[in-house]
């Protein structure tokens, strides 16, 4: 039977070629004019159909992408922050559709799972307080919550307003490295260039406990504190992401949030990965909306308004 995704995905596809002012015969809407067939034995078709659509749609809105994003992100440096659970092919594309839009790639840091664990609070506490004394340029309102500092000290770290970035300096290395010490980050490389975007790459929801809650609260908590240090935030992940117990949800949930941060929630597809970027640039130019086709969403992509 056709999902949920791929509606969201097909209609993505057609709406993104429409603003491109590509001319459109049947290809990607056809599928969604086509009444549901079933097999011989009256059951739907089998998922491998749509799975051969959806491939369709993906490689349509692919050949889309160069039109659609190209120096879009020009003179911008981007870091990418991946938060447990991303896919490594998630992160990847991402990573190639903001490099082939103009950005310079500053650095990737993977969040840990302790990080964002709430029962490792204490140990982020106590680390933050140690690494706010030392780290005399970095400003932290008084009486911030744990996760407030801890996300204005990585903020510091790895972000900026300049839109070239800047390089990190001594202070920002001892933020680094008392945070990997900790195990609370982790580096493929040294960071060497604070970013002027952040992209935070999220992945699934989880199974809505209250663990799951309290790490999307503490995400939320840090994709505020790198955005008010740098030119602006996108969190984008699957469509399960939105879900209730998910990290876009918690976003979009967030009063101070979402009207600061940008959020995509079908980045794991090509056509998500063109909404990424235009976010992205969105953000660049002092703008804010969540997008996608799950809950929450101010539109479809920047500029148009939401299905339905």
């Known amino acids: ?15 993104l070629a429409l603003g491109a002012g590509v001319a459109l015969g049947s290809g990607p809407l ?54 447990p659970g991303a896919a490594p092919d998630q992160v990847t594309a991402l990573t190639s559709a903001v490099t082939q839009a103009g950005a310079s790639l500053a650095g990737a840091v993977r ?31 008084t009486g911030a919550g744990t996760y407030d500092r801890i996300g204005a ?10 839109p070239a970035g800047d390089p990190v300096d001594q202070q920002g290395k001892g933020i680094l490295a008392g945070l990997s010490t900790a195990g609370l980050l982790s580096m493929d490389k040294e960071l060497q260039r604070r970013g002027n975007l952040v992209l935070v790459v999220a992945g699934p929801a989880g199974d809505g406990g209250d663990a799951d809650a309290g790490g999307a609260s503490i995400v939320t908590s840090l994709a505020k504190a790198l955005d008010a240090g740098s030119g602006g935030v996108v969190v984008a992940g699957p ?29 794991d597809v090509p056509a998500g990965r063109i909404i990424t970027v235009l976010a992205l640039a969105e953000q660049a130019a002092k703008g804010a909306g969540q997008y996608g086709g799950g809950a929450g969403v101010t539109g479809l992509y920047p500029g148009v308004g939401p299905i339905g």
């Open 111 to 141: 969040i840990s799972e302790d990080l964002v664990n709430p029962s490792k609070r204490q140990l982020v506490d106590e680390l933050g307080g140690q690494l706010e004394a030392s780290a005399t340029k970095v400003i932290i309102d």
């Open 30 to 83: 056809e599928r969604e004019n086509k009444p549901e067939t079933t097999s011989t034995t009256g059951a739907p078709q089998s998922s491998a159909e749509d799975e051969a659509y959806t491939r369709v749609n993906d490689g349509f809105a692919a050949s889309l992408q160069a039109g659609m994003t190209n120096a879009r992100l020009r003179g911008r440096t981007v870091t990418l922050l991946v938060l």
């Open 153 to 162: 000290l990585l903020a510091f770290a790895v972000s900026t307003a300049a």
């Open 1 to 15: 039977m056709i999902s949920f995704r791929y509606h969201i995905v097909s209609l993505v596809a057609v709406l």
């Open 239 to 267: 469509l399960s992401a939105a879900d209730p117990a998910g990290v876009l949800t918690a976003v979009r949930n967030d009063t101070a949030a979402v009207t600061a941060v940008s959020t995509v929630d079908i980045a």
